[in-house]
């Protein structure tokens, strides 16, 4: 089996560029307006395996535009990674795909995260009405360590540490997605052993109190040895063009719209 893997958006919570700048038309730190893969949405991706079968991980407040910009109409189930805002403040969007696809959308989360959903976004929980004029999902918990299972998809979960909260890292076959990660307990590192693909959150060249930084990804990388690694959820001094050229082979840039092709 293979799956095909869309990195919809590959920026921090304040997308690159972010609101501002002496002309108003936005902050871009380190990075190059110039060139195209530095302009990031926040972070999103889209796992489809051969049989059409989709999963969406998370949905920021770019989802929308995400959507459209990748002609995805409509996806089987959305996995929320953790509640901060850049990862589920596009839920409203979703009513859109209940009305595409003419059902309930359910929503994969941990207990705590489904809480948090709940207390924020009550709405979206109730009965659905004719129509979707509201998104409509039904709630599935979902815990490190479970597999949860998609069509033909294999979905396995493992715990991530993200300081102020705990994030879900995933793993099918041999491709494993995980935002949003300062350090990993030993039984998830022990997950990402035998990859072919890594999607791994790489937030600046520097240091940042609750994100894995170049340095600390790369020697994740050169322990693990997968095939390929792409960077995501890359902050304003990840300049694409300056960043790529420090990379080793096998680890590049993630870039909003990339499609991968993973055999599992």
């Known amino acids: 089996m293979r799956l095909r893997v869309t990195l919809l958006g590959t920026g921090p919570s304040q997308g690159v560029p972010a ?24 972070t999103s991706a889209l796992i489809e ?7 969406l991980v998370d949905c920021g407040p770019d989802l929308r535009t995400q959507l459209l910009d990748n002609r995805i109409a409509g996806f089987d189930a959305l996995l929320v990674t953790h509640a901060h805002a850049d990862h589920i403040a596009g839920i409203d969007e979703l009513r859109a795909v209940n009305r595409a696809t003419r059902r309930v959308l359910p929503i994969y989360a941990t207990e705590v995260t489904l ?9 979206v929980f109730r009965p659905a ?7 409509a999902l039904e709630a599935q918990v979902a815990a ?14 493992f715990d991530q540490d993200h300081v102020v909260m705990r994030s879900l890292g995933l793993r099918i ?22 990859l072919d693909t890594w999607v791994v959150g790489c937030m600046t060249s520097g240091t940042n109190p609750v994100h894995a930084n170049l340095d600390q990804v790369l020697a994740w990388v ?29 680890v590049e840039m993630g870039f909003d719209g990339i499609a991968l092709e993973v055999p599992i």
């Open 144 to 157: 490190p360590g479970e597999t949860i299972r998609l069509g033909p998809m294999e979905i396995r979960l």
């Open 19 to 42: 609101v501002g700048g002496t002309d108003g038309c936005g902050n871009w730190g380190e990075c190059d307006p110039a060139e195209p893969r530095n302009r990031r949405g926040r």
């Open 173 to 194: 076959g041999g491709f494993a997605y995980t935002t949003d990660v300062l350090t990993f307990p030993p039984e998830s590192f022990e997950q990402l052993r035998g």
């Open 115 to 123: 809480k948090e959903l709940q207390d924020r976004f009550s709405y």
């Open 222 to 250: 050169a322990e693990l040895r997968p095939r390929r690694t792409i960077l995501t959820h890359q902050g304003d001094r990840m300049d694409y063009a300056s960043i790529s050229a420090r990379l080793p082979a096998g």
């Open 49 to 55: 395996a051969e049989d059409g079968t989709r999963l």
């Open 129 to 135: 009405t004719s129509g979707f004029f509201r998104p």
